[in-house]
């Protein structure tokens, strides 16, 4: 039985991945970015790929006020949604965000705030039906503040708390909240350089997710023997 899937943030390479793992099953995907023209080829790209139906939206995660009425949208396309991903993420550099406040605040929107909005959003709905999963991808970094990465780390953080009080929340409504903790992955997302000899595909992340999903897993470590060391 195929889900109806929102993505968000769908043009981050390990949503792109695991998107091109649903629409080999033939799930319907509504895909959200801010970047229009990207958007539109990870689109081109799944269609091939077999999903059976495909709508995208351009919107900024910052936009607070617009994520309701986008899953509003979603939920009336779809007449329901069976599982979403939370994607978007924003890494600048950590030593300019300590200098800047105009953009260590755009992280904290991007990475913490724009999440806690997407994510209640879609509890509302979800527990309405008593079912379905809502993933958003988190990181190491959420484990402990390293070097000058700490305000990204912090966002992080933020988000793993509000996740945990949002999977307790959710729980008795039969819905699974889903917080993914890939290790390095070789991702546009930190820049051009050079992701470090021991990054993982995004490929493989998209399977330890999709497999996650399956068995309704708190948390997903990519690699899984990450949670013996995390």
Not at 111 to 139: H, P, Q, T
Not at 143 to 166: C, I, N, P, R, W
Request: aromatic share 6%.
């Amino acid at each position: 039985m195929s889900n109806k899937v929102l993505i968000y943030g769908a043009t981050s390479a390990i949503a792109q991945a695991t998107a091109r793992l649903w629409a080999a099953a033939g799930d319907p995907l509504f895909l959200v970015a801010r970047d229009g023209r990207k958007l539109q080829q990870v689109a081109d790209d799944l269609k091939i790929r077999g999903a059976a139906r495909i709508e995208t939206r351009i919107q900024e995660a910052t936009d607070l006020a617009a994520h309701d009425p986008l899953v509003e949208e979603a939920w009336q396309a779809f007449k329901g949604l069976d599982l979403a991903l939370v994607a978007q993420g924003f890494y600048p550099d950590p030593q300019r965000c300590l200098e800047d406040p105009q953009l260590m605040r755009q992280a904290l929107e991007v990475n913490a705030l724009s999440v806690f909005s997407l994510v209640n959003a879609l509890a509302r709905r979800f527990a309405s039906r008593k079912a379905g999963s809502i993933v958003v991808l988190g990181a190491p970094a959420g484990e402990q503040g390293q070097g000058e990465d700490y305000v990204h780390g912090a966002s992080k953080v933020a988000v793993d708390v509000f996740l945990e009080g949002t999977r307790r929340r959710l729980a008795p409504a039969g819905v699974h909240v889903m917080t993914v903790k890939p290790s390095r992955t070789a991702s546009p997302l930190r820049g051009a350089g050079d992701p470090g000899l021991f990054a993982h595909r995004p490929s493989r992340v998209a399977r330890d997710i999709a497999l996650a999903v399956l068995k309704r897993q708190p948390i997903c470590f990519s690699p899984g023997y990450r949670r013996w060391w995390s």
